[in-house]
């Protein structure tokens, strides 16, 4: 890790440097480690229920991973392709997928490189608490969805965020400040009706509360925490408040960090 603690973006138009490339990348492999976001891409596998000779594409692919699973399902004759905005992020998809079939474009949610009705399945899992724009991405979706294609849709709703021990006030005052600067912050409770708007016939509706660890307060909230000190939101007597009071839940088993994803499975009729 480097030395720069800035929170990396994970929306397509803002930059991103070496330095919050790596700290993206530690974040989203610790992310893809959670029990709760594994359950959750288990069953967006099954729901999507990927079969050999598919067209599958995976918006906003991040590592790679879930890619190359779907490849497998996809078998030689199929395809498993996955979109991201982030040059740098396709790069190390694509050597993390050495070996495997998977491969990697460049684009976003907004302008999906695929001509219409020329997908089976489409997989987009935390994508859409960062866009503008979420109906236009669904519409999208619908798009390149041929009849009877699938989607499954996963992301959090961050009004479920649990934060616990703490002074309930410097949390809800962290938790405000958190939440204004995320653009779609109650994106998995809408996620269902924008997939119905765009006239798509839901078929399932999964959810899981993804539980973190305590090597959080090292990590992200740490980082967190201290640029909250210096925006003003807490003061510097606050934060170390807030951060002894989780070390000693922590230490003594009375601690709980957690926010709920939900994933919505639906296909298109025809």
């Known amino acids: 890790m480097t030395e720069d603690t800035s929170t990396p973006s994970f929306r397509s138009d803002q930059p991103v440097d070496g330095a919050h490339q790596e700290l993206l990348l530690t974040v989203l492999d610790a992310q893809a480690a959670l029990a709760g976001v594994r359950r959750l891409r288990r069953w967006t596998l099954d729901a999507l229920a990927v079969r050999p000779g598919d067209h599958v594409v995976d918006i906003g692919s991040g590592t790679g991973s879930e890619v190359v699973a779907l490849a497998a399902l996809a078998g030689p004759t199929g395809t498993a392709v996955g979109v991201d905005p982030n040059p740098a992020m396709l790069t190390e998809a694509t050597a993390r997928a050495a070996g495997s079939a998977a491969r990697f474009v460049p684009g976003d949610a907004y302008q999906l490189p695929f001509p219409d009705a020329s997908v089976d399945a489409v997989r987009c899992e935390r994508v859409y608490q960062h866009l503008d724009e979420p109906a236009r991405a669904t519409a999208e979706i619908a798009r390149v969805l041929r009849p009877g294609g699938r989607v499954v849709l996963v992301d959090s709703d961050w009004a479920t965020g649990i934060i616990?021990?703490?002074?309930?006030?410097?949390?809800?005052?962290?938790?405000?400040?958190?939440?204004?600067?995320?653009?779609?912050?109650?994106?998995?409770?809408?996620?269902?009706?924008?997939?119905?708007?765009?006239?798509?016939?839901?078929?399932?509706?999964?959810?899981?509360?993804?539980?973190?660890?305590?090597?959080?307060?090292?990590?992200?909230?740490?980082?967190?925490?201290?640029?909250?000190?210096?925006?003003?939101?807490?003061?510097?007597?606050?934060?170390?408040?807030?951060?002894?009071?989780?070390?000693h839940g922590v230490a003594t088993g009375d601690y709980h960090f957690s926010v709920t994803m939900f994933a919505v499975a639906a296909h298109r009729p025809g």
Request: glycine share 10%; hydrophobic share 40%; aromatic share 4%.
């Open 164 to 247: 616990h021990p703490g002074d309930p006030e410097v949390v809800r005052a962290l938790t405000d400040s958190w939440l204004g600067k995320t653009t779609n912050r109650h994106s998995g409770r809408h996620l269902r009706g924008l997939l119905t708007a765009a006239g798509l016939i839901v078929d399932d509706i999964g959810a899981d509360a993804v539980l973190w660890g305590p090597d959080i307060l090292d990590t992200m909230f740490q980082v967190s925490v201290d640029q909250a000190v210096l925006a003003g939101t807490i003061t510097p007597d606050q934060r170390d408040r807030l951060l002894a009071d989780l070390r």
